[in-house]
């Protein structure tokens, strides 16, 4: 929504969507009536005018209608609990709590790295060249895994 001249808040995805609508529909018309006048003369030369005046703009105007349009939808306030709006709950849909997370064993670092992480961290999870921290003093905690609190 943007604010208006009085400051009341005006419904951008309402203007959008009428606003493509009318381009939708005005450059159909135009494409109908370039149509016809190109149908009604045998030269090409005399077929150029409909073209460079009607059924260009026409085109322009409906690809013109369709993104408005789609910044319509994509703007447009969705209602909680309708499809396809976000969840308002972050575990929404969940059957199990999340797993906590695993600090059986020591922090992990790879060679040459500043984090320490725990072992389940996915940035170490698959990583052979991991070796235990060792309580280095110089190592940051993984911002991903958090090894141990700050």
Do not use: N
């Amino acid at each position: 929504m943007s604010e208006g001249k009085d400051g009341t808040l005006v419904p951008t995805a309402r203007f959008l969507l009428w606003g493509g609508l009318v381009a939708a529909a005005g450059g159909a018309v135009l494409c109908v009536l370039g149509w016809y006048g190109i149908s009604g003369e045998r030269f090409a030369e005399r077929q150029l005018p409909y073209l460079a005046s009607c059924t260009v703009p026409g085109a322009a105007l409906l690809v013109a209608g369709a993104v408005l349009v789609a910044a319509a939808v994509r703007t447009a306030p969705t209602v909680p609990g309708e499809p396809g709006a976000p969840a308002t709950d972050p575990t929404a849909g969940w059957t199990d709590p999340p797993p906590a997370p695993s600090s059986d064993g020591p922090p992990l670092r790879v060679p040459g790295g500043t984090l320490a992480h725990r072992p389940d961290c996915p940035l170490v999870a698959d990583r052979a060249d991991a070796v235990p921290a060792a309580g280095d003093p110089a190592l940051a905690p993984c911002p991903v895994c958090e090894p141990w609190p700050p």
